[in-house]
């Protein structure tokens, strides 16, 4: 819980909003076969895991987290997906007006779902290799993966694996 506390609190920490967290983990897409505390190869790709636990405790972890059902969660990012608007001025050209973009994207941002990846550790628990994903639409997310380093006792992010922005 520790390493997603971390990670929680690093995605949360200029945000007074609620985040609803999905209420199970991803596999760790790309997961190295041997960690030692170093972002995976992008050439290395063994089969992920397809173990997942679930995250009703991390939803303790700060009190801005919502608990949700990704599944469930989906249909609510399909019905106000941005990329609605987006496609009816293209298709149809129909320009939404600025009110209707800005309340499709803040909506878009209610609705979206965090999702925590598995966590992989290195032999020692010293390292340990965790991703998110943040989705709220087709055109609306973003991602990341930490390598953390415990140190003291405490868990903290040592490098940034590479991300993604939709």
């Known amino acids: 819980m520790a390493v997603y506390q971390v990670v929680v609190h690093e995605y949360l920490k200029n945000s007074k909003d609620t985040l609803n967290l999905a209420d199970r983990t991803e596999p760790l897409q790309k997961a ?3 960690f030692e505390g170093g972002c995976p190869a992008d050439r290395a790709k063994p089969e992920p895991s397809h173990v997942v636990h679930r995250t009703a405790q991390a939803a303790a972890l700060d009190k801005r987290l919502a608990l949700v059902d990704p599944d469930k969660q989906q249909e609510k990012i399909n019905t106000g997906d941005p990329q609605i ?3 009816k001025a293209i298709d149809d050209h129909v ?3 600025d009110q209707d973009l800005e ?3 803040k909506q878009a941002f209610k609705n979206g779902v965090f999702t925590l990846s598995e966590i ?8 340990a290799l965790v991703s998110y994903s943040f989705v709220c639409g087709g055109l609306c997310g973003n991602g990341n993966t930490y390598v953390l380093e415990k140190s003291s006792g405490k868990w903290k992010i040592k490098k940034t694996c590479g991300g993604w922005v939709a």
């Open 32 to 34: 190295p076969v041997s």
């Open 85 to 87: 608007l987006v496609k």
């Open 95 to 97: 320009m939404p007006s």
């Open 103 to 105: 309340n499709s994207i």
């Open 120 to 127: 992989v550790f290195d032999k020692k628990h010293q390292f």
